[in-house]
């Protein structure tokens, strides 16, 4: 079907811009959060999500346990939306798969949100009602709009403000470290796997059992792929992996252990750390992957020094992710030419200065663009960073509405405690041999604060 409508009124007839909805993209955590603050504040929100259900890309990693526990994945706003459908919070102290997050928290706020959450409905671009980025006189005056594309054709919709809370799960880093995909990667993609595999599932299990595999990355994905891994590797003959690092040596890789706030996070650096020591896994610090080659049924990866891993059977790249901005090309956007995160956040957690996890308190006035009336939430505001955690997102969107709807002393009013990792060393990007850790480490110490960001310091809540 190649239908076009056109909900706009370019003439300027039809509602006020007070009574248009706020367009949130992607019904994930953040996205369906911000739709919870928004109809907490009386505004109309309209959740355009590209998948079939809520939390699509949460369901794409529905096998992994997440290391936060239940009480810091459902936020406050959403709890109260949920309360009178009888719905009941899971023990906040245990620990909830993708799958779990996903059906038993995700899916009930969107089922409460009903129609103001449109599915398979994919937002292909934002801009001013009628005019591109390069015209000064439309901004502050036109509302803005945002293009999508459904099964009932292509649509524009005009809106009061939109938040962008798609997340970064769509474009996964590539294998190339230079940030571009190896040579001779993308013919080999068959072969090369970009999400941690659900060894539970029959098919997935037999693709990796008793073969020679190379697994790249140091994140935490790449530490639950280790893990499950080393289990395949005990029971089945044969299973043998080659852990790729870039950095040049695994250092804190493993993370923080005991010091970690979040006890789960800490646990896996652990297992993953016991994972390499059992044997099968072989570590290749300094790796950083410049090309693919075939070699008869395998794979040989080739580093930008020359260094050659493999015939491998499979590969398995967990390389961090990176914001999709094409639907953005229209709207101005303030961000840091580093991380692609807004500019105002992305000192607060740039990964070159900062490895501890800890973030100071950000809402609106770190998030707000040139462009009015727009703001990047949730994973995507992080850019390229891997720190993020839900319970940022929640506080950056309760943040965010509150500017929307005009609340200034609200949005202003920012409190955030974050967990940090237990590794406060400073860079916690590329460590190289001999590389001694800074004194003092990068990280305040987490503890509550409230802070006023445009106001003076110290309003209350
Ligand atoms: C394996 C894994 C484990 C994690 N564990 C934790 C943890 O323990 N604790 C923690 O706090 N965080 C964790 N995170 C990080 C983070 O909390 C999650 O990634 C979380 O899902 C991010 O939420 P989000 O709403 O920002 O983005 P997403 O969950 O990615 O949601 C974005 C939504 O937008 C949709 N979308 C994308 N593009 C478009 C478009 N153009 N139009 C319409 N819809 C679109 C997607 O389909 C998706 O549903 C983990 C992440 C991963 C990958």
């Known amino acids: 079907m190649d ?47 590209a998948g079939a259900v809520a939390g699509a890309a949460v369901r794409e990693w529905h096998h992994v346990r997440v290391f936060s526990r239940w009480g810091e994945l459902v936020d406050a706003a959403a709890e109260k939306l949920l309360a009178p459908t009888g719905w009941r919070a899971p023990d906040p102290d245990s620990y909830p798969t993708g799958w779990e997050w996903a059906q038993k928290y995700l899916q009930p706020l969107a089922d409460v949100l009903g129609e103001r959450v449109r599915y398979d409905t994919r937002v292909t671009g934002v801009s001013r009602r009628g005019w591109d980025r390069v015209v000064d006189a439309a901004r502050g005056n036109e509302p803005l709009t945002v293009r999508m594309q459904s099964a009932r054709g292509e649509e524009r919709i005009t809106a009061r403000a939109v938040i962008d809370a798609s997340g970064t799960w769509g474009l996964p880093n590539p294998l190339g470290a230079d940030g571009l995909p190896a040579l001779g990667e993308p013919a080999a993609t068959e072969r090369i796997r970009y999400r941690v595999p659900d060894l539970t599932d029959p098919t997935e299990r037999a693709r990796y059992a008793g073969k020679h595999i190379a697994l790249a990355g140091s994140g935490h994905s790449a530490l639950t792929a280790l893990v499950a891994f080393a289990e395949l590797a005990a029971t089945e003959p044969g299973t043998r992996v080659e852990w790729l690092l870039r950095r040049g040596k695994v250092g804190n890789a493993f993370g923080g252990g005991d010091a970690d706030q979040l006890p789960a996070r800490g646990a896996l650096g652990q297992r993953a750390a016991r994972a390499v020591a059992a044997g099968h896994i072989t570590t290749v610090p300094g790796f950083r992957t410049a090309a693919v080659h075939r070699d008869g049924d395998g794979l040989v990866l080739e580093s930008f020094d020359g260094v050659r891993v493999g015939p491998v059977a499979e590969v398995v ?36 200065v900062h490895s501890c996890g800890t973030v100071y308190p950000h809402g609106a006035a770190e998030l707000a663009h040139p462009e009015p009336d727009l703001y990047l939430v949730g994973m995507k505001s992080y850019g390229r960073a891997p720190t993020y955690l839900s319970l940022t997102g929640y506080e950056q969107v309760r943040s965010v509405v509150a500017a929307i709807a005009g609340d200034r002393e609200a949005a202003e009013r920012v409190e955030l405690v974050l967990p940090e990792t237990g590794v406060c060393s400073g860079g916690g990007l590329i460590e190289q041999p001999g590389d001694a850790a800074p004194e003092g480490g990068c990280c305040v110490p987490a503890a509550p604060v409230v802070v006023g960001l445009a106001a003076p310091a110290g309003a209350g809540r």
């Open 317 to 352: 790249a967990l390389t961090g992710f990176r914001p999709d901005l094409s639907f953005l090309s229209e709207v101005r956007l303030d961000l840091d030419p580093v991380l692609q995160a807004p500019r105002a956040l992305a000192p607060l957690i740039d990964p070159n």
């Open 3 to 49: 239908e076009t409508v056109d909900e706009t009124v370019l003439s300027g007839e039809g509602p006020s811009d007070d009574d248009l909805p706020v367009v949130v993209v992607g019904a994930g955590p953040a996205g369906l959060t911000a739709a919870a603050h928004l109809l907490g504040r009386g505004l109309s929100p309209l959740v355009l999500e």
